[in-house]
């Protein structure tokens, strides 16, 4: 081999590590963030179907308004969106935000 071959072999292989290194940290990155959504979609609750000890497991929740939220559902009907759990009393925008990310319909 000349020294123009061994150079370009270096510059290919080189480049390869490159490309794999890269695929392997794209990958990887994924990975963890599959698996940290899979995470959060398993704590979060069903407004719909959650009892109310499941709500006083909520921050801020305690037993009179997890009473509250199940008396309001069934006298009302499912939420029709997570939004809507502001309708019960006690609910208010800034509790709303401290619960969002643990509720789902």
Same mark, same amino acid.
């Given at each position: 081999m000349n020294h123009k071959e061994v150079i370009a072999l270096s510059i290919l292989v080189f480049i390869l590590?490159?490309?794999?290194?890269?695929?392997?940290?794209?990958?990887?990155?994924?990975k963890k963030s599959y698996a940290?959504?899979?995470? !959060?979609?398993?704590? &979060?609750?069903?407004?719909?179907?959650?009892g109310a000890? &499941?709500?006083?497991?909520l921050p801020g929740i305690g037993p009179a308004l997890a009473q509250r939220?199940? !008396?309001y559902r069934e006298k009302n009907g499912a939420f029709k969106k997570? !939004?809507?759990? @502001? @309708?019960? @009393?006690?609910?208010g925008e800034k509790l709303f935000e401290k619960i969002k990310p643990y509720i789902k319909l």
């Open positions: 590590l490159i490309i794999n290194i890269l695929n392997y940290t794209l990958w990887n990155s994924n940290l959504m899979i995470e !959060e979609e398993m704590r &979060q609750i069903s407004i719909n179907i959650a000890e &499941q709500f006083e497991m939220i199940v !008396e997570i !939004e809507d759990i @502001k @309708k019960v @009393k006690g609910v």
